[in-house]
């Protein structure tokens, strides 16, 4: 079983809607969870860090992280063309410094 | 947020030739750097982890002869590709941690070996 799974779509929803992006993990021991946007021949860019449980919003974007269930969730609101990018989840535990997990990332269309 | 920058972007190189690609953390010093190497439509796979001052540590199957790393500063992290293959075209990408938990990457490097 992988660390981290995550949904490679491709999800494709209208402009406007409401998108939600998850990933589950199977080790308890990650405390810090990241959600990464990459666009196509980019590197992945950083959209939300959280630390532990509960949630986070900045903007359109929710972060939720439900460490009972090991389930991390993205929402994104009033869903925009330029939303469209493929979505990694990371995740790391607390004390081992450079080891970093990611899902496979899951590849998001917007439609205008 | 913390910005690494690699370079170059894209790079064309000849069969048998080596190329370097650079990756550089401009607002904070990496004492680790780590490279990726990602396919179309396919996630991050992680090559090496750049140490500064020693040797990089490879990831199984990850013939460290073919991708030479050195890590001569703080904020300085090389990878050059020897002997590039067609095989080897792909986009590589590196990333560095400034402190924390939060790992920052750079843009990417499109090789193409013709």
């Known amino acids: 079983q992988k660390e981290v799974e995550q949904d490679p779509g491709p999800l494709s929803v209208p402009e406007g809607a409401i998108v939600s992006l998850n990933c589950t993990y199977s080790n308890s021991a990650f405390q810090y969870f990241m959600w990464y946007r990459q666009y196509s021949r980019k590197g992945p860019e950083l959209l939300m860090y959280t630390y532990s449980s509960g949630n986070k919003e900045d903007g359109r974007f929710t972060a939720q992280v439900d460490k009972s269930s090991k389930y991390i969730s993205l929402f994104i609101r009033d869903s925009q063309p330029s939303d469209s990018a493929t979505y990694l989840c990371a995740m790391s535990e607390a004390d081992t410094g450079n080891q970093f997990y990611f899902g496979t990332g899951t590849s998001l269309t917007v439609i205008p | 947020g913390a910005v690494v920058s690699q370079h170059p972007s894209r790079v064309i190189c000849k069969s048998g030739t080596s190329v370097k690609i650079e990756c550089r953390s401009l607002d904070f010093q990496a004492t680790t750097m780590f490279w990726y190497r990602q396919f179309p439509k396919q996630s991050l796979m992680l090559m090496a982890t750049s140490n500064e001052g020693s040797k990089a540590t490879y990831e199984q199957g990850v013939e460290k002869d073919k991708f030479l790393i050195n890590h001569a500063s703080l904020t300085l992290s090389t990878l050059t590709v020897t002997s590039a293959h067609p095989e080897d075209s792909s986009f590589y990408i590196c990333?560095?941690?400034?402190?924390?938990?939060?790992?920052?990457f750079g843009e990417g490097s499109w090789l193409t070996v013709v």
């Open positions: 990333s560095a941690i400034p402190q924390g938990h939060t790992i920052y």
